[in-house]
């Protein structure tokens, strides 16, 4: 089962890029994971809803021209379903057992959100919590998570 983080916009600080760089190698002992980036649509202030929206289906485009039609899709949403580390690491090794080798891919989007289309193409919806981080951030943060779950799967020591 290949791993897929799908984002949007580009990692341009090098502790970020260190710093994933560090957990991609980590996890070269448990299961690949890939990275994939989709350019941002450049969003200028003020814009109605509306044009927030099209710009939000237009990163989402982006998004699905990355993910196979048979991809398990998780989206990173704040009104997604919270969990724990253990919780998440279940969540993964279900998808290992059940998903016939199909990619699992985490999506998270643009400082805007989610479109309504890639909204509607996901399988399961889960939140790191109630507060906003920055989208560089949240690919280490999430990448970190990936690394403890594959430790708690193999049932290797984890930081409590």
Do not use: C, W
């Not at 890029?17 to 957990?23: C, G, H, R």
């Not at 993964?92 to 016939?100: F, T």
């Not at 990448?143 to 984890?158: F, L, N, T, V, W």
């Amino acid at each position: 089962m290949l791993i897929k983080i799908i984002a949007v916009g580009k990692i341009k600080e090098k502790f970020y890029q260190d710093a994933l760089a560090e957990y991609l190698k980590r996890m070269k002992a448990y299961n690949k994971v890939e990275i994939v980036e989709v350019p941002d649509e450049k969003a200028p202030e003020n814009l109605s809803e509306k044009e927030i929206n099209q710009i939000k289906n237009k990163e989402g485009e982006k998004i699905l021209a990355k993910i196979k039609e048979d991809s398990y899709v998780i989206t990173l949403e704040i009104g997604g379903k919270a969990l724990d580390s253990i919780a998440f690491a279940k969540l993964i090794q279900k998808e290992k057992i059940q998903g016939s080798g199909r990619d699992l891919v985490l999506v998270i989007g643009g400082s805007n959100g989610l479109g309504e289309n890639i909204l509607k193409r996901s399988d399961n919806r889960i939140s790191f919590g109630k507060m906003t981080y920055p989208h560089q951030l949240m690919r280490v943060i999430l990448m970190e998570q990936i690394y403890r779950a594959h430790r708690i799967i193999s049932g290797e020591p984890y930081h409590k």
